[in-house]
């Protein structure tokens, strides 16, 4: 262990997860644990280790007040904030299973979850997320405290209160012993039959994930990280929070996604973790700009990225010296570094993850001297499973698997995976667990892949249709597309969106029904242009969203391209069978499809 990696503090030592942060306190008392920008003081506050064990001591208490017992769940609902951490931490250090929730999600699908669980706590933030739990709050009759950091009130609801009332002035942190084994967390994903399932998370699980990536991504005590993915993404949980912990890095909390440009060059982060939708955005950015200015300017940037690519080929071993590295140094000053300026000019690695990012931008990002690293896993899996480490990165892939990390080709080259990060199973769900976990320990993956000489994973399909988007959630579009055809409006739908940042749809219309349809707006049904009338495009997606309305808040059809010309066998739209060919709809419609995605 050298001076980088003396904080470091193992799985063993740790025991569990409030055990970790017990034994960063003890190790780096003083060191600054999290930044976050305090917007009734319009300025950047910070919390070191200790001062983060006294607002710990101080939800415990309230967390005992409740009379809740060891295993019991709680919910969280918070947007990434220190307030994440503490009630984490005091919720663990009693043994209870915390729920984390996405904010944005829809009402209906967060009581789903907190009925599932029958989590006895659901703490939230804003009264704008009050008005939306309000509505549902009857169907959470679990429920014993809800619980807002913000000052909500409501006289019809005797179980509503204020963290500032809750919580007690003072308290001191109790010890409490729980095991490594023991369930942590229940984190719900999307499932084939739309309804989220509960994958079960234990201490052993998560420590173990966080510690042996630590080989592939390392990262130091002096390390500072921008966490902006929610930490109710298994991603950003394990990485971006109790990695940290482990290291004694410093986290800071960015104020939003729209502020992130600003938070990058404000905050100056080493390590960047993000899905691949930031990085496209960034990138979109760019040629955004170039396309603006002159052509010397987008030969200029190209030229940069093509030396810049090569000297990282060089620099792996897999490419070799060329004249063109002479001009490196104007081109670096002229292009690159005024890029790597855009993003706090420190970075030393940034991880993408959650789902495939470009090969193309992720050669951008190289060429330009950010080392993007690609990471691949499941939340069955705590996250990680592979990554390409920095000295041996092939952006193109998957990664290698990480340390204690066995993995092997099945049938129809399924990946199968085995490791003690593999979770314990889903939430009152045996018969999906068997399914996905053998008799041996071996978790089916549900991607098709190869593993090259050099031991790296490349995803080839999947066994089972599911869109993977740009921020790594997954929809399975064949049910969404069975529930969508509930409106008679429509003879057939294909959903689409894999690595895109939202789902659209391609729908042909029923004729009959379309012609009334197109009379009641003063349309002419005859005309394909009235297909992509706007005022005809805002009504049939408020069609379609009543349909999927059971699907989680991410799983929203944003644009809809309308087709009168149904799929056929004799088009070859549909197989024999009359299953959707969607490959072969995809090259059909691609031009169609890029337009539904241009400018974002």
């Not at 950091?149 to 409490?176: G, H, Y």
């Not at 959903?495 to 009334?516: C, M, R, T």
């Not at 391209?561 to 060919?581: F, Q, R, V, Y």
């Amino acid at each position: 262990m050298n001076s980088r990696t003396e904080h470091i503090i193992t799985p063993e030592e740790a025991g569990t997860l409030h055990g970790l942060f017990l034994a960063r306190v003890k190790r780096t008392p003083d060191a600054i644990a999290y930044r976050y920008f305090d917007v009734s003081k319009n300025i950047w506050q910070s919390f070191t280790w200790s001062q983060m064990r006294e607002y710990i001591a101080r939800w415990q208490l309230a967390l005992l007040g409740v009379g809740l017992v060891s295993g019991d769940r709680v919910a969280v609902m918070l947007r990434n904030c220190p307030q994440w951490v503490m009630f984490d931490q005091a919720a663990m250090s009693l043994g209870l299973v915390v729920v984390p929730l996405y904010t944005v999600d829809r009402p209906d699908n967060v009581a789903y979850i907190v009925n599932d669980a029958s989590a006895k706590v659901l703490l939230f933030e804003t009264k704008d997320q009050w008005t939306a739990l309000r509505e549902v709050r009857e169907k959470m009759n679990c429920v014993q405290r809800f619980i807002s950091l913000d000052l909500v009130k409501d006289s019809e609801e005797p179980r509503l209160q204020s963290a500032d009332n809750w919580l007690p002035p003072n308290a001191q942190l109790q010890n409490c012993i729980s095991s490594t084994e023991q369930l942590a967390t229940i984190i719900y994903t999307s499932g084939t039959t739309g309804k989220p399932k509960g994958v079960m998370l234990s201490h052993a699980n998560i420590l173990s994930n966080a510690f042996n990536t630590l080989n592939t991504f390392p990262i130091y005590s002096e390390d500072l990280l921008l966490s902006f993915l929610p930490l109710s993404h298994t991603f950003e949980r394990t990485l971006g929070y109790y990695l940290t912990v482990m290291t004694g890095s410093t986290v800071a909390f960015a104020r939003s996604v729209a502020l992130l440009g600003e938070d990058l060059q404000l905050i100056k982060p080493t390590v960047l973790i993000s899905v691949p939708r930031i990085y496209e955005r960034v990138y979109a950015a760019i040629n955004s700009k170039l396309d603006e200015g002159s052509n010397l300017k987008r030969k200029l940037f190209n030229l940069a990225v093509n030396v810049g690519w090569d000297r990282f080929l060089l620099q792996q071993s897999r490419g070799p010296w060329k004249l063109s590295f002479l001009l490196w140094p104007i081109l670096n000053l002229l292009v690159a570094n005024k890029i790597r300026l855009k993003l706090g000019g420190r970075l030393r690695t940034a991880i993408s993850g959650g789902a495939a990012l470009s090969p193309e931008i992720s050669r951008m990002f190289v060429g330009l001297g950010i080392p993007v690293v690609q990471g691949y896993g499941l939340t069955e899996t705590s996250p990680v499973i592979s990554a390409s480490p920095l000295h041996n990165n092939y952006p193109d892939s998957a990664g290698q698997p990480i340390r204690e990390m066995d993995v092997r080709i099945g049938e129809q080259n399924a990946l199968l995976v085995k490791g003690p990060n593999v979770m314990l199973g889903y939430w009152n769900n045996p018969e999906a667990t068997k399914s996905m976990i053998d008799a041996e320990g071996w978790l089916n993956t549900g991607d098709t892949a190869r593993i090259s000489e050099t031991g790296h994973i490349y995803i080839t399909g999947r066994l089972k249709e599911i869109i993977v988007l740009s921020n790594g959630e997954k929809v399975p579009p064949t049910d969404m597309e069975i529930a969508i055809l509930r409106e008679h409006l429509f003879d057939q739908v294909m959903v689409f969106g894999e690595s895109q940042p939202y789902l659209v749809a391609l729908a042909v219309v029923n004729p009959d029904i379309w012609k009334h349809f197109a009379d009641q707006l003063g349309l002419d049904p005859e005309n394909p242009r009235s297909l992509c009338d706007t005022r005809v495009e805002e009504q049939v997606i408020e069609r379609i969203a009543v349909q999927i309305k059971e699907f989680p808040g991410y799983a929203k059809i944003h644009k809809v391209l309308l087709l009168n010309e149904a799929w056929s066998i004799e088009n070859g739209m549909l197989t024999p069978t009359l299953k959707i060919k969607r490959a072969q709809v995809v090259a059909k419609f691609s031009k169609e499809i890029k337009a539904m995605y241009a400018g974002h």
